[in-house]
């Protein structure tokens, strides 16, 4: 059996400025075609001993809400598409969010790529294919002992953890199960903060001192130890011995896992801070649209410009 098996059962708080080089490198699908800063076949894992297969080498990680998911509905629909396109030639998509496990499996098994890694919370965590989530929350736990010691002026950070079911589907736009598994939480703790930016400033600097980071999507701001989506994709591409990255994100949070691939596809957002990626990708593209209608024409347009059919040939010659 190959990747994708027969039984689908269906960042950091503030993101670095693009430099010039980068900025150059930047381009809407629709206004041109795709232009490189290195040479052909000088992608980070291909060699000229091994050139470059799209079908054989490529690997796709994707955030999910407003990105690959529509932050209203949490509809994939509009990019089944490139989805059907990916699972026909076996081009493996990882999942990486600032959900949890428990949430994200579900999903993985909808969309047809339950043969792939999962990259949760925010890359604290990183579920591989066949492996059932764990219960362990001894990291979350820690998380929330250290905000409840927090100074009173800087408690203005409302958790995942301070929230009760309603609130939490108030806050997320979840139904009653999915918001229950978002609490499942083993890493992270994601909430909303409600203190002004001098407040803000002080509480990131007091997090740093216990050795906590927070990273921004694009509703939350998310607590953790630090483990980011760019340190779990470099450990899914070894894990799969795949060579050329694309990714795609719309986030502060998604910044590190856009700078560290081969290519990087940046989603418009309307609901948060805008992501910005220092020079690293061999190509930056900003989709026209957001959500999973932009994620369908960027990243199609995107796997025509590197080679991989549309469609499958059938007979004849």
């Known amino acids: ?22 900025a150059s490198n930047r381009i809407h699908l629709s206004h041109a075609r795709f232009k490189t ?6 992608y980070r894992g291909v060699t000229s001993a091994a050139p470059f297969d799209p079908l054989r080498d490529l690997i796709v990680f994707t955030d999910l809400d407003g990105t690959l998911l529509d932050h209203a509905t949490y509809s994939y629909a509009p990019a089944q598409p490139t989805l059907d396109r990916l699972r026909r030639f076996q081009i493996p998509l990882v999942l990486a969010s600032s959900k949890t496990a428990s949430e994200m499996v579900a999903l993985r098994s909808a969309l047809g790529f339950q043969n792939c890694p999962i990259i949760c919370e925010n890359g604290a965590g990183l579920l591989e294919a066949g492996v059932a989530p764990s219960t362990d929350d001894a990291p979350y736990r820690e998380i929330r002992a250290a905000l409840s010691l927090l100074p009173t002026e800087l408690q203005h ?27 499942l939480r ?18 990131l600097r007091v997090l ?21 989506k760019a340190q779990q994709m470099a450990r899914t591409v070894a894990m799969l011995d795949k060579r050329i990255t694309i990714a795609l994100g719309d986030a502060p949070n998604d910044a ?3 700078a560290a691939a081969d290519y990087a596809i940046i989603l418009p957002n309307d609901r948060g801070a805008p992501v910005s990626v220092p020079s690293g990708p061999r190509q930056i593209v900003e989709a026209d649209a957001p959500g999973p209608d932009g994620w369908n024409q960027a990243l199609g347009a995107l796997l025509t410009q590197l080679g991989v059919p549309e469609t499958e040939k059938t007979g004849g010659t």
């Open 1 to 22: 059996m190959g990747l994708f098996g027969s039984d689908a059962g269906h960042g950091a708080a503030d993101g670095g400025a693009l430099n010039a080089q980068a």
């Open 37 to 42: 800063k290195e040479k052909p076949g000088t």
């Open 208 to 228: 740093r001192s216990k050795g906590l980071h927070a990273r921004r999507g694009g509703r939350f701001l998310t607590i953790s130890h630090g483990a980011t």
């Open 157 to 183: 950070f409302e958790g995942f953890g301070d929230m009760d079911l309603a609130r939490l589907i108030a806050v997320t736009g979840l139904t009653a199960q999915d918001a229950q598994n978002a609490a």
């Open 186 to 203: 083993q890493f992270s703790e994601p909430g909303l903060w409600s203190g002004d930016d001098v407040s803000l400033d002080r509480f």
């Open 256 to 258: 590190e896992m856009l």
